[in-house]
């Protein structure tokens, strides 16, 4: 089952709303939320809570360049403590391993760096792939990240490449304050040239790190300890399919526990890594076939299968039908897609 709550929310949207005249208790009516929530200490909001949030702000707003405004408008005193604590950072790169390494306190996305001589890469995922976020989500982590750096550096850095998986209602705005111009693809992806990653940030406190630090960990700790490990496992597999690295010792790894204790705990919670590898590739397989249109053969190979006849052959273990003749299936039903989409991961 999946956490009750998760992603942090606070008094300082109230702050960055107010800079940009939104109304934050209509934003919480349209999201059937509390009125006197960002008056609240500690409030973490469920996945669905978050998106609900997320689709109000859109909703209040019809100027194409709200997102960008709103980005203008965020200062390090409206900062929540990880984003903070990455402004502390050297640079850029250091920046950003911070951002990944606590980005579960803050959203429901995985931040993925690849750090090399030929730049900084940033790919961001959420963390369950049926999720169908308002389009400006994927392009606000763009402007947040390329704000962040500008903040830390005081120096109008642009990325050398913007990918989102959709373009918002009017991109403009955003290619203008990127600098760059907006590419479709199938993640979130930001990449930097490698000077600009370097580039030493203004706003570096190793003290105020250190300080931050120690109370993240615990923040995230608690995070985790709250997710049975079936859904921890489920996470890490939700990224690791496609790549095809998901033996259990690679997984194991990646949850800092051995392959027998991840088995052991999983068999504590009434599965197995085989059930859950099972699970997940099907709720996945029913999400691509009916949300996408990718092939059979290209869902066999996002799903980690070496061939597409294992693939076609799970499925049908499945769902006693083939993958066309259930996505016709799907397609012709009046129905909403009922209990095939994930659970929410941890």
Known sequence: MARTQGYSIGE??????AEVGVDHVDVLRRARLPEDLLNREGVRLTTEAFLRFSEALDASVEDPSFWVQLTEAMSPEWFMPPVFAALCSPDLATATERLARFKPLIAPITLDIRDGPGGLELTYRWKDATLRPPAYMHGLEALFVVKLARLGTRVRIRPTEVVVPQLPRDPRPFEEFLGVRM?????????????????????????????????????????????TFAERTRAVLLEALPSGQFAIDAVARRLAVSSRTLQRRLSDEGTSFKEVVGVTRESLARHYLHRTHLTSTEIAFLLGFEEPTSFFRAFQRWTGTTPEAWRREVSESPGPLRAELPVEPA
Request: glycine share 6%; hydrophobic share 45%.
């Open 183 to 227: 590419k479709r693809g199938d993640v979130i992806r930001v990449r930097f040239d490698d000077a600009d990653a370097r580039r030493p940030f203004l706003t570096a406190n190793s003290a105020m790190w250190r300080i931050f630090e120690p109370e993240l960990r615990k923040r995230l700790a608690d995070l985790e300890g709250d997710a």
């Open 12 to 17: 300082n949207w109230k702050g960055i709303l």
